[in-house]
Nanobody, 120 residues
Framework: QVQLVESGGGLVQAGGSLRLSCKAS????????INWYRQPPWKQRELVAF???????NYRNSVLGRFNISRDNAENTVYLQMNSLKPEDTAIYYC??????????????WGQGTQVTVSS
């Protein structure tokens, strides 16, 4: 059973930084794409950043230039470095990993989430 565990959330002041980790129970090289999502209070879940197996990365416009997604295959871990945090970044952050094959439906795996709170 594939498991993802997020960690690194917490309470920070505006302008501060946090690094979130997503640790997988299997090699992350099997995943076609790994996403970071977040769900702000009273809002729908939104995509924050992704990294593809080939290394392509992209970000939600509101975090572009402030956040960085990276991976460490040896540690089976994907990171989200968050700098210059703003109160509107407050949310529960979720890691999502997807397996895509030509002959099977996509498989999605989710972590339990980690809370990020940014005070003003």
């Amino acid at each position: 059973q594939v498991q993802l565990v997020e960690s690194g959330g917490g309470l920070v002041q505006a302008g501060g930084s946090l690094r979130l980790s997503c640790k997988a129970s299997v090699s992350i090289e099997r995943f076609s794409i790994i996403n970071w999502y977040r769900q702000p209070p009273w809002k729908q879940r939104e995509l924050v950043a992704f990294i593809r197996s080939g290394g392509n990365r992209n970000y939600r416009n509101s975090v572009l230039g402030r956040f960085n997604i990276s991976r460490d295959n040896a540690e089976n871990t994907v990171y989200l470095q968050m700098n210059s945090l703003k109160p509107e970044d407050t949310a529960i952050y979720y890691c999502n990993a997807r397996v895509e094959t030509y002959d099977q439906p996509a498989e999605d795996y989710w972590g339990q989430g980690t809370q990020v709170t940014v005070s003003s």
